[in-house]
T-cell receptor
């Protein structure tokens, strides 16, 4: 079955540094991959989508890379701020561009940015 | 008003009781999903619906049923609640074909406790 692993349960870094979160997957070749942010007691919020033919995608201080050979996505937050503290979820599709497309989620990495 | 509204926000129920969780959306999306979230296990798909006449089981559908009453409404029922169904439940919506449809929009969740 498809398996998604996010590099660690928790990551603690100093404000201003770049946070890098890792998502690895096995047993599948997703057509795209997504990243979400989740705050405690709230629903996940969509951040970025990157397709299999895209190596990198940026949005403000966020950058996502997608290496289909390594079966890995990296999620970077540059100039991190305490307000970036949250759990970040990786999700990949299990249906690609077909009408049956839907996504499955990793268990997330809890990021803490200390002042 | 929220794009995806879940009711109730919190619920405590007794083992063996029937309970319904409701979800309504104003996004105009055809696709709706029910996930449950447990610590360390991430989000797991219970049921999904690609349109009003379409209902599909997810990876953990046993003990659950759903009803798609209209494009905007998708309810989840626990016919006879058991303690291991204690979890945070999320409804989500999306546009059509995954890779072109952007991300999912989640509700704020229902925290269900079965005692």
């Amino acid at each position: 079955s498809q398996k998604i692993e996010q590099n660690s349960e928790a990551l603690n870094i100093q404000e201003g540094k770049t946070a890098t979160l890792t998502c690895n997957y096995t047993n599948y070749s997703p057509a795209y991959l997504q990243w979400y942010r989740q705050d405690p007691g709230r629903g996940p919020v969509f951040l970025l989508l990157i397709r299999e033919n895209e190596k990198e995608k940026r949005k403000e201080r966020l950058k996502v890379t997608f290496d289909t050979t390594l079966k890995q996505s990296l999620f970077h937050i540059t100039a991190s701020q305490p307000a970036d503290s949250a759990t970040y979820l990786c999700a990949l599709d299990i249906g690609g561009y077909s009408s049956a497309s839907k996504i499955i989620f990793g268990s997330g990495t809890r990021l803490s940015i200390r002042p | 008003d929220a794009d995806v509204t879940q009711t109730p926000r919190n619920r405590i129920t007794k083992t063996g009781k029937r309970i319904m969780l409701e979800c309504s959306q104003t996004k105009g999306h055809d696709r709706m999903y029910w996930y449950r979230q447990d610590p360390g296990l991430g989000l797991r798909l219970i049921y999904y619906s690609f349109d009003v006449k379409d209902i599909n089981k997810g990876e953990i559908s046993d003990g659950y049923s759903v009803s798609r009453q209209a494009q905007a409404k998708f309810s989840l029922s626990l016919e006879s609640a058991i303690p291991n169904q204690t979890a945070l439940y999320f409804c989500a919506t999306s546009l059509g074909t995954g890779g072109f449809a952007g991300g999912y929009t989640f509700g704020s969740g229902t925290r269900l406790t079965v005692v």
